[in-house]
């Protein structure tokens, strides 16, 4: 039997944001006569997630996610609506739920730059009232985890982004949270940092069986490291469902690649969707719903294919149709 | 709670220290910013070694008590900038959504965030301070009150500067009513309050309470009362529990925001 380890019920946030005519005069007059509008950030979204998870909070810019994280964290107090984290409200046991969670922001930098990733470390077990030794033990074992040898003497502010990322992936770790808030971890780094930092996630997840809740804008992050996805546009949960279902049931669409001996015309086909077609080779995607695979390769005629290739449709593709339609 | 507080001390005193590490990676910059200070703050006294030329006596101060006034200025000046220099700046941090950082961790939101930076240059003040009281003439018990009170006066103004800084969590542009309010204090912190008389000397020793941060403990120094003493101390836990206050109600309004920052 799981348990919910974080419990989301009903949950909205509306900002208040003054608005204003064009130039000079615009100003003047906001400053006689304000004018606001009301901005509904998250509107009454609903989720749980289970210990050991790793969850892909996803959904375009101002969705609402970083708003729903930091009413997570304490950071932000919800308009409406429950949360449980680790069975501690936000709202009211902030300081004992900061005991057992870790935050890391992409966008934000947490650590001293002018201090080594060791010193940081060491500052961040006495923010969290680890003993020294602890501390020392603790900072061993991460600088092996995450292969920081190299540079966990050097000053932050001579590091790499991917070597800082790192650095604030262990300082968020220094005490053992069981969760752990990745708001946009691989912001900015490029593919080869961005896999390290996935296979390096993907390793603590697996020895801490820490809980973890991934935003992020790319697809690598989220098809490589969660089993689940949430996604939240305009404020609005409008999906809550494994990687598996996500990839494979959502849209029920398959592409098929193939190299053909001769020319062959799906041009009125029902499901048929041609993508590319340059004589021979024929690139198109099969609505599962309307036609079978084998339907489509009877058409092609399996005599007439010399190489084929048969793949789920991007991952990316389908989170940007989701993002796009507005009637789910 | 004593552990509490010793933990929350032990992360202030890291941070301080962890700051003047910073600092000191520059020593020349570090020990010219001292130097200049207490240059600048010395200068201002001439202006009154002028006046005093002219006339014996400035609204009841005499040169040596008005020396001592300057001294107080710099002190408590010297400990609100020195210690709790984010105070002063607090409309930025919560502007820009730099609060986060601090909420997330469990610690005093309010204490981790102001003790988290220092002024070099406030160190030149809190020497001034030193110096210009060992001129005035040392007595033990008047300096143990002397330090005492740029204690206090520097926590009154911290506490001043985070009331009015927090204001920023409701409106914006609040910092500049903050610099504004901070910039009246330090402006009559120096003069001798017998020349203001009364509804100046009234807001003095209300609305821009500098009367209690610098004019009470000049009596005091010069003529013990306890009485004094107490509005002094009990003023002080007043302006601190107002701000605490304040900030707390503020903190439930306060929105981030998703700009990029660093902690530099």
């Known amino acids: ?328 | 709670m004593l552990t509490e507080v010793k933990n929350q001390w032990k992360v202030t005193r890291l941070s301080i220290q962890y700051a003047l590490v910073r600092e000191l990676l520059n020593k020349a910059t570090f020990l010219s910013n001292i130097f200049f200070m207490i240059l600048n703050d010395s200068c201002m006294i001439v202006q009154w070694i002028v006046l005093f030329s002219i006339k014996n006596n400035m609204g009841g101060y005499t040169f040596k008590q008005v020396l001592l006034l300057w001294g107080m200025a710099a002190g408590t000046y010297g400990v609100s900038r020195f210690f709790f220099k984010k105070s002063f700046n607090l409309s930025e941090t919560i502007n820009s959504g730099k609060l986060d950082a601090y909420i997330v961790q469990p610690k005093n939101i309010l204490l981790s965030t102001i003790t988290s930076d220092i002024e070099i240059a406030a160190l030149g003040d809190i020497l001034f301070a030193l110096i210009v009281y060992f001129i005035y003439g040392f007595n033990m018990r008047t300096f143990l009150l002397y330090l005492f009170f740029c204690i206090t006066g520097g926590v009154m103004i911290t506490a001043i500067a985070i009331i009015l800084n927090s204001l920023s969590f409701w409106f914006n542009n609040a910092d500049m009513i903050a610099d504004v309010g901070i910039r009246l204090i330090e402006s009559f912190a120096t003069y001798p309050d017998g020349i203001f008389k009364g509804i100046t000397k009234w807001l003095l020793f209300t609305i821009i309470p500098i009367g209690i941060t610098n004019y009470i403990p000049i009596k005091v120094l010069i003529e013990f009362n306890p009485y004094l003493l107490i509005i002094n101390i009990c003023v002080c836990l007043l302006l601190m529990i107002l701000a605490y206050t304040i900030f707390s109600k503020g903190l439930k309004k306060y929105s981030s925001s998703n700009l990029m920052s660093a902690r530099i």
Not at chain 1, 60 to 81: E, H, Q, V
Not at chain 1, 175 to 198: A, C, Q, S, W, Y
């Open chain 1, 1 to 328: 039997m799981f348990m919910a380890i974080i419990e989301v019920k009903k949950l909205s946030k509306t900002f208040k944001v003054k608005i204003k005519d064009k130039g000079l005069k615009g100003s003047l007059k906001s400053i006689i006569k304000p004018k606001y509008k009301t901005v509904k950030a998250v509107k009454n979204i609903s989720f749980a997630v289970e210990r050991g998870e790793i969850i892909a909070f996803i959904g375009p810019n101002g969705a609402g996610k970083s708003t729903t994280i930091k009413m997570m964290t304490s950071i932000l107090y919800p308009d409406k609506g429950t949360i449980r984290v680790l069975g501690y409200d936000p709202t009211k046991d902030r300081k004992k739920l900061s005991y057992e969670i870790g935050t890391v922001f992409g966008q934000k930098e947490q650590l001293w730059t002018h201090l080594t990733p060791y010193d940081n470390f060491k500052f961040f077990g006495a923010i969290y009232d680890i003993p020294e030794p602890v501390v020392e033990k603790k900072i061993e074992e991460l600088k092996m985890l995450f292969e920081l040898d190299e540079f966990i003497n050097t000053p932050v502010r001579n590091l790499s982004l991917g070597q800082r990322i790192r650095c604030e992936i262990v300082a968020s770790l220094i005490h053992e949270p069981k969760v752990l808030f990745l708001d946009e971890p691989t912001i900015g780094l490029d593919p080869v940092v961005k896999e390290n930092i996935r296979t390096l996630i993907k390793r603590m997840n697996k020895e801490y069986k820490t809980t973890i809740f991934l935003t992020s804008h790319d697809v690598g992050d989220i098809e490589k490291l969660c089993k689940r996805v949430i996604i939240i546009n305009d404020g609005q949960l409008v999906l809550d469902d494994t990687m598996e279902n996500l990839k494979y049931h959502y849209l029920n669409k398959k592409i098929v690649e193939a190299k053909m001996k001769e020319r062959v015309n799906l041009d009125d086909e029902d499901g048929i969707t041609i993508i590319k077609d340059k004589g021979y080779n024929l690139k198109i995607e099969v609505d599962t719903t309307k036609r079978s695979v084998a339907d489509a390769l009877k058409l092609l005629n399996p005599d007439n294919i010399i190489d084929i290739n048969i793949s789920n449709i991007p991952l990316e593709d389908i989170i940007s149709d989701i993002y796009k339609s507005k009637d789910l």
